[in-house]
């Protein structure tokens, strides 16, 4: 059983900075690769960052310099560092995860880790407001 718990989500001002958090259980009992996707209101949800089992980053070219994702699996759990935060960052961030035999870095490329049809597995989301 696998399932993520996003945290960190807030309000903060342009040019700001945030750490979310995703714990994420189950997905360690074959490759994976663990993805920060974010939806704006009226908008499809896109790919923002993401990590795999063969260590492997893809980040979004609307976010790159700005965004970072790692992984520590003793806690089992993924961070989006979000600094220099701009009005258009706004919208709800999810944590998801792929599990599968092999990483979607093999299968599908740095976009293919950034599809959200690539993943099974989706928490509830954490909003994010950057505003003046």
């Known amino acids: 059983q696998v399932s993520l718990v996003e945290s960190g989500g807030g309000s903060v001002l342009p040019g700001g900075f945030l750490r979310l958090s995703c714990v994420v259980s189950?997905?360690?009992?074959?490759?994976?690769?663990l993805g920060w996707f974010r939806q704006a209101p009226g908008k499809v949800r896109e790919g923002v960052a993401a990590?795999?089992?063969?260590?492997?980053?893809s980040v979004a070219d609307s976010v790159k310099g700005r965004f970072s994702i790692s992984l520590d699996n003793a806690k089992n759990t993924v961070y989006l560092q979000m600094d220099n935060l701009k009005p258009e960052d706004t919208a709800t961030y999810y944590c998801?995860?792929?599990?599968?035999?092999?990483?979607?870095?093999?299968?599908?490329?740095?976009?293919?880790?950034?599809?959200?049809?690539?993943?099974?597995?989706w928490g509830q989301g954490t909003p994010v407001t950057v505003s003046s």
């Open positions: 990590i795999d089992s063969d260590g492997v980053i």
């Open positions: 998801a995860a792929d599990i599968g035999t092999a990483p979607l870095s093999r299968l599908g490329g740095l976009s293919g880790m950034l599809t959200p049809r690539e993943y099974a597995y």
């Open positions: 189950g997905y360690k009992v074959m490759s994976y690769c």
